[in-house]
């Protein structure tokens, strides 16, 4: 009797916490979405918000953002050049894909460091 109340909580506390961390991941789906189209619209306002409310999840996402984006395409390239030729050998084509999407990841970088510290300096000068 005692065993099966047992192994009834542990199951319900499973449920409650799959379940919490479901929710959880919606809200930060959504708040990563908004973010990113509200960095696309009105960013000074975007890093305004995220500064604001010191979310340092919604910040590590929107920074992670393109880096993590870079590490896979370096990811898919390797793969790709290792199953293809069986050792890691690069043409023109790998090498282009590589300089272009790492130009592209340090533009984004510059973009979202020039309007974050924007956004600091203005939410510095009014506290």
């Known amino acids: 009797m005692k065993s099966s109340k047992l192994q009834l ?17 919606i809200r930060e789906g959504y708040l990563l979405v908004r973010n990113v189209y509200g960095i696309v619209e009105h960013p000074f306002l975007t890093f305004g918000r995220i500064v604001k409310t ?3 999840s919604q910040g590590i996402l929107i920074f992670g953002l393109p880096a993590g984006l870079w590490i896979a395409w370096i990811f898919i390239l390797l793969v790709s050049r290792f199953f293809i030729f ?42």
């Open 86 to 127: 069986g050792r890691l050998q690069f043409g023109f084509l790998a090498k282009t894909s590589f300089l272009a999407s790492s130009l592209f990841t340090a533009g984004i970088f510059l973009f979202f460091g020039y309007w974050g510290f924007w956004a600091w300096k203005k939410g510095r000068r009014n506290n």
């Open 54 to 56: 010191k979310d340092l």
């Open 9 to 25: 909580k542990i199951q319900n506390s499973g449920h409650k916490i799959i379940r919490l961390l479901v929710l959880l991941g």
